[in-house]
């Protein structure tokens, strides 16, 4: 009897590879699984699962993780205003580690013997997979064809040419990752420190211009309205929201970074959902938490994006900091007002019962209800008093 195997696949030259070798060469009963995060069709599903079926694989099973996906890792980065480096919002590396999470369920499921993924030894996303892998199904056998055996493009599809595989061999110009979270490109312009993608290689042409006004409605933190259409899951209003912000070429970006394995990268994103609702909810943020939630707020989001970029899901620690993000997100209900322009975007405002702006406690800069000038002068003797003392005793002993 042969040994299951589960491989992640995509259906594209790598996965493709990957069925074949596993199952030809070394006698695999293969399992192929694909975790949709928002980056594939209905049609699109289908004939992958067509692919999958016609290489030989045993069964093939689609996960719609959507929902999943965002109710496990993006609602945190939202609640975290999460940008890596100030400016990449963990795209593709979140989505990873959600269909890493589900390939290892699906793996314990199985009972398979082993599980692959088709990941090369040049990036981050054989971390990902790997480290998943071993705290989730520890004894698990990792196979993974293309980094074990170094194998070049050319090479794998040499391979798949002896055995008959039909498909399209011709490499894009631009590598494309697409899901709920933003969609990444790569090309030759990423690949040193200086270029910029040019305007056909964005996977969302810019076909609106002028100006429109938008309004977005959160509540606890999550985006449950855009223009008052409500939806039955916060995805859905990500989706939408995209589908209006996209064509205005809004959210794109070159991100540096540090990858896992200690070099530097570059890659191309598109994010035009992600950047306003990150932004927008930041906003809102401002108005209704007090200066110690949101100071300590940053300081442990920044760690969570970092930690989730390395592929550190199942940390308990980021049990810890979910847990004070969603608390931190009590009050934080209102709409915030934004205008789209092409390339760009601007928030204009919020309104929530719980704004802490509110004109009944005094106006910045203007009066105050709360104190009086004679208040203020015994407080800034006292909350200088410390320092104060500090200065005197330095000068009493400058001559020593």
């Not at 290489?55 to 975290?80: E, P, Q, W």
């Not at 590598?175 to 040193?192: P, R």
């Given at each position: ?60 099973t689609t996960v719609d993780a959507v929902r999943s996906y965002y109710d496990r890792i993006i609602k945190y980065l939202i609640f975290g205003n999460c940008l890596k480096n100030n400016t990449y919002p963990l795209s593709v ?298 200065n005197a005793v330095q000068k009493e002993n400058d001559g020593d």
């Amino acid at each position: 009897m042969s040994k299951k195997i589960v491989l992640g696949f995509s259906g594209g030259l790598d996965t493709t590879y990957c069925v074949k070798y596993l199952s030809e060469e070394k006698g695999y009963e293969v399992h192929s699984i694909i975790v949709n995060t928002g980056g594939f069709s209905n049609d699109e599903l289908k004939k992958i699962e067509s692919h999958a079926y016609k290489l030989g694989v045993k069964t093939h099973t689609t996960v719609d993780a959507v929902r999943s996906y965002y109710d496990r890792i993006i609602k945190y980065l939202i609640f975290g205003n999460c940008l890596k480096n100030n400016t990449y919002p963990l795209s593709v590396s979140a989505e990873r580690l959600s269909q890493a999470l589900h390939i290892a369920e699906h793996v314990q499921k199985l009972k398979a013997d082993a599980v692959a993924h088709g990941s090369t030894g040049a990036g981050n996303d054989q971390v990902r997979f790997d480290m998943i892998f071993h705290i989730m199904i520890p004894g698990v056998e990792i196979i993974t064809p293309i980094r074990d055996l170094k194998l070049s493009r050319e090479e794998e599809i040499a391979y798949l040419k002896s055995k008959g595989v039909e498909m399209n061999f011709g490499k894009a110009i631009y590598s494309i990752n697409k899901g709920l979270w933003g969609t990444s490109v790569g090309g030759k312009e990423t690949l040193s420190s200086k270029g910029i993608l040019p305007e056909e290689a964005w996977p969302t042409q810019v076909t609106e211009s002028g100006v429109s006004s938008l309004e977005l409605g959160f509540t606890k933190g999550e985006l449950k309205k855009v223009d008052r259409k409500e939806f039955d899951h916060p995805s859905e209003a990500i989706q939408y929201l995209q589908s209006i912000a996209g064509p205005y070429g809004i959210g794109r970006d070159i991100h540096v970074g540090d990858t896992i394995i200690g070099i530097k990268g570059r890659v191309g994103f598109e994010a035009a959902a992600p950047m306003i609702i990150l932004k927008s909810h930041h906003a809102l943020e401002k108005h209704v938490l007090t200066k110690w939630q949101l100071q300590w707020k940053d300081t442990l989001a920044q760690f969570y994006g970092n930690w989730m970029h390395e592929g550190q899901i199942l940390d308990p620690v980021m049990r810890d900091i979910e847990a004070f993000l969603e608390n931190s997100q009590q009050t934080v209900t209102g709409d915030v007002f934004v205008q789209l322009m092409p390339y760009r975007f601007q928030v204009t405002g919020i309104e929530s019962k719980y704004d802490l702006m509110s004109s009944k406690f005094g106006k910045y800069g203007e009066m105050n209800t709360g104190f009086t000038g004679e208040d203020v002068r015994g407080f800034s003797k006292i909350f200088g008093n410390q320092t104060s003392i500090w200065n005197a005793v330095q000068k009493e002993n400058d001559g020593d």
